[in-house]
């Protein structure tokens, strides 16, 4: 069983899917920076200097109003809209960036299909068309006398 499983565990595609995996969390790191440290901030200053990520509804009459997200979170129940919002904006430009890379990926398999593909065949001169279709003739002709002898 562990000999099966040494097998499975190091087959390629297990270990192609986790270099996956690592470099997915890594990247979503990047992108969750991004939105967080200069995309948000940017909106904020655009709106008026909103901070997205306090955006809350108080769902409990214990939490007190004008308090931060996470300071409202601890007296009582809350609706984070504001993290959503983060978060849905964060989604979305992961999903925007992956369509790029895919989309360029997809680009270069094409151009490297279009380079790899087989040559054409070269076309066939007229003159040898021409003697091509008179030595079918001539074996139709042929084959027709031989059944009218036969």
């Keep these: 069983m562990l000999e099966e499983f040494k097998k499975f565990a190091l087959r390629g595609n297990v270990i192609d899917l986790a270099i996956g995996v690592v470099i997915g969390a890594a990247f979503g790191a990047i992108v969750a920076s991004l ?3 200069i995309i948000m901030p940017v909106v904020g200053a655009v709106t008026g200097g909103l901070d997205f990520s306090n955006y809350y509804l108080p769902l409990s009459s214990k939490v007190q109003a004008g308090l931060s997200y996470a300071d409202a979170k601890k007296q009582g129940a809350v609706l984070g809209y ?3 919002l983060t978060i849905a904006l964060n989604f979305a430009i992961v999903a925007f960036v992956l369509f790029l ?3 360029a990926m997809n680009q270069l398999i094409k151009k490297q299909d279009e380079a790899v593909e087989a040559p054409q065949a070269p076309e066939i001169p007229a003159d040898v068309k ?6 079918d003739q001539m074996a139709d002709l042929n084959a027709n006398l031989t ?4």
Excluded: S
């Design 35 to 37: 939105v967080a440290d």
């Design 130 to 135: 021409l003697l091509a279709e008179i030595r």
């Design 147 to 150: 059944t009218r002898r036969g």
């Design 101 to 103: 890379v895919i989309r």
């Design 82 to 84: 504001g993290q959503f």
